[in-house]
């Protein structure tokens, strides 16, 4: 099973450019999450979505985007990337009808802006 | 609001040895607990949760954690470290399956 898939793994940006990270999941899971993940920070929740439809502000969410493009797909983007947003960012799911609260978490992908 | 705190960064280790890996929360409801561990360059794996119940929970790779909440803790322990524990661990807390909070990790070193 794949799981939770995220593009691209690596990518460097120039400050003002613009991207969008990938994100999908093939476990049927209504929630998904961005985080980015810093050392000696830990992971920080960008945006999540619920359920198909809506997202919401997680604790870091400034500089960023999210379009929930359905059940399966997340994407988060930067417009205007800044050096700061230079970090590892994880996708992540978490599943219904079992609801455990597990998180399944994608491979990274490592963000450099410069 | 919730937070998590992980109060040790790095914690080195000898083979063998038993482990004890400190968490304590703030939440202001009965806490979802977790602990997930991080290999290098990989995404996060679940090692155990708590939900309620039985405070003394078991997890995969011989771990477990005891929930106190007296003391607003939900520490992991190993009773003997192998080489292959080595790894990034972290304490996390959900509140209504919608929103996970981390703490900001643990590096585990284990001597040979």
């Known amino acids: 099973n794949a799981g939770v898939t995220q593009t691209p793994k690596f990518q460097v940006l120039k400050t003002g450019q613009s991207m969008t990270l990938q994100c999908a999941q093939d476990?049927?899971?209504?929630?998904m999450y961005w985080y980015r993940q810093d050392p000696g920070m830990g992971l920080r929740l960008i945006y999540y979505s619920a359920s198909e439809g809506t997202t919401d502000k997680g604790e870091v969410p400034n500089g960023y985007n999210v379009s929930r493009l359905n059940k399966r797909e997340f994407s988060l983007r930067l417009e205007s990337a800044a050096p700061s947003q230079t970090s590892v960012y994880f996708c992540?799911?978490?599943?219904?009808?079992?609801?455990?609260?597990?998180?399944?978490f994608g491979e990274g992908s490592r963000l450099t802006v410069l | 609001a919730q937070s998590v705190t992980q109060p040790d960064i790095h914690i080195t280790v000898s083979e063998g040895a038993s482990l004890e890996l400190r968490c304590n929360y703030s939440?202001?409801?009965?806490?979802?607990l977790f602990w997930y561990v991080q290999s290098p360059g990989q995404g996060l794996q679940l090692l155990l949760k708590?939900?309620?119940?039985?405070?003394l929970v078991q997890g995969i790779k011989g771990f477990e954690a005891e929930f106190k909440r007296s003391q607003s803790s939900f520490n992991l322990r190993k009773p003997s470290v192998h080489w292959s524990d080595a790894a990034e661990y972290f304490c996390?807390?959900?509140?209504?399956?919608?929103?996970?909070?981390f703490g900001s990790g643990t590096k585990l070193n284990v001597k040979p």
């Open positions: 939440y202001g409801a009965t806490p979802y």
């Open positions: 708590y939900f309620s119940g039985d405070t």
């Open positions: 996390a807390v959900g509140s209504n399956f919608n929103k996970f909070y």
């Open positions: 992540a799911s978490s599943g219904q009808p079992l609801n455990t609260g597990e998180l399944f």
């Open positions: 476990m049927n899971h209504n929630s």
